[in-house]
Structure formats: C-alpha cells, structure tokens
C-alpha cells in the first residue's frame, strides 16, 4: 500500500487554526486520502476524506494538492479537545492498511 | 447498534492460555477488519473481512492467530497459546463497503490484552 509521511508532533495554542501535513507521494489515481485521530484510551475516530478536491465537513477541511502528492487537514479554531494522534492514510478499495504512528498534536491552552 | 461494540474492553490472560475477542459492527457494514496496537506505535493491519470470507490472511503475525465472521456480523479473533509479545490493543473496525474506498472505517474502542 502507498505510504504516508506526517510529522511526529505539532503544538498549537487554544482557538489558533491548525495546518496538520500529509506527504504521499507514491499516491495513485484511485487511492483517496483519508484522516482519523486517536484520543488517548480511545479507538480511531474518523474525520475526514477525499478524492482530489478540497472537502469541508462539521469537524475539519481538507486542502489536497493540484498534484494529490501532499494533503492538509485544517482545525480552523483549536481546541484542548483536539488534542490527539492524527492520522493520514491512503485507502484503494481493497484493503491492506496500515496507520503510521501519526501526528501527536498538543493543543496549549 | 449505533457503534462497533468490542468485547471484553480489558483481558488478562496467563501466558499459554488462549484467548477469543469479539467484534459487533455497525449493522450493514459489509467489511470487517482487525487491527492490532502496541503501546505508544500506529496501527499494524491484522486481516480484513467482506461478508464472510478473509481472502488475504497473510496480516495474521503467526499461525497461532485467527478469526472467523458469521453471519456477516459478529467476528471472533483468537490467539493460541498467548505470548507476552501479544500484549496490546486490539481494535476492530467495520465500513460501509469493502470495494468503495469512498467509505471512512468506524473503529471499535478496542480490546486490551494482557499477557502475563
């Protein structure tokens, strides 16, 4: 499966936005680019996915790039409950995926 | 039921005993998979499911690990003779549609299992 490069950790401070990178450059025409978080103690929790455009939804956006070789998912107001793992994978259907150890994000109050 | 549901959520278990966790998805999600979780690393993929056939096992870390789905519902994974080098999260996930990945997976809150 198509790999993905994230960065071990960010931090934001409280009700900044937040740019979390995604690198894939191996991506493939019919992988889409999805992104889940992990809060601690918990099982992964969807956020977010797509294709080739940008996607909104009630807890994030995502920007992928013209070239879908790199991807951003944007909390527009941070808050201590963002606090998390986040993960950026790349799904074609017939599944064999596996997470990386993702972005820890610390949220400053 | 509005979730996937895991059972038992905690397991400690003597090292050589076997053990079964089970996994109740989403009702009508048709693909089914099993992840596994060390302390402090990502996900490692196990073996995924549609309906009820496995056609790729080879996720599986030995052949002391197996699973099995009935119905197109609940799945059972089991781990003979326990090793300590078993010990972690073990979380199950269930989407819409194996074929489409046009689906997000919904993740279980997994079972943590202690080898001792």
């Given amino acids: 499966d198509a790999k993905t490069t994230q960065p071990n950790s960010m931090e934001s401070n409280e009700e900044e936005p937040v740019h979390l990178p995604c690198n894939h450059s191996t991506i493939s025409g019919t992988d889409y680019i999805h992104w889940y978080r992990q809060l601690p103690s918990q099982g992964p929790e969807y ?14 956006s995502l920007a992928i790039a013209e070239d879908r070789k790199s991807s951003t998912l944007i909390l527009h107001r941070a808050t201590l409950r963002d606090a998390a793992v986040y993960y950026c994978i790349l799904r074609d259907g017939y599944q064999k995926v596996t997470f990386g150890t993702g972005t820890k994000l610390q949220v400053i109050p | 039921g509005a979730g996937v549901s895991q059972s038992p959520s905690n397991k400690v278990t003597e090292k050589g005993k076997d053990v079964e966790l089970r996994c109740d998805p989403i009702s009508g999600h048709t693909a089914l998979y099993w992840y596994r979780q060390s302390l402090g690393q990502g ?9 009820n056939s496995a056609p790729d096992k080879s996720g599986l870390p030995s052949d002391r690990f197996s699973a099995e789905r ?11 003779r326990t090793q300590q080098e078993d010990s972690a999260v073990y979380l199950c996930a269930s989407s819409l549609s194996l074929a489409s990945a046009n689906y997000g997976y919904t993740f279980g809150s997994g079972t943590r299992l202690t080898v001792v």
Avoid: C, D, K
């Fill in chain 1, 47 to 60: 956020v977010i996915h797509g294709l080739t455009s940008n996607v909104n939804n009630r807890m994030a």
């Fill in chain 2, 43 to 51: 996900l490692e993929f196990l073996i995924y499911f549609q309906g």
């Fill in chain 2, 70 to 80: 009935t119905g197109g519902s609940v799945s059972t994974l089991t781990i003979q």
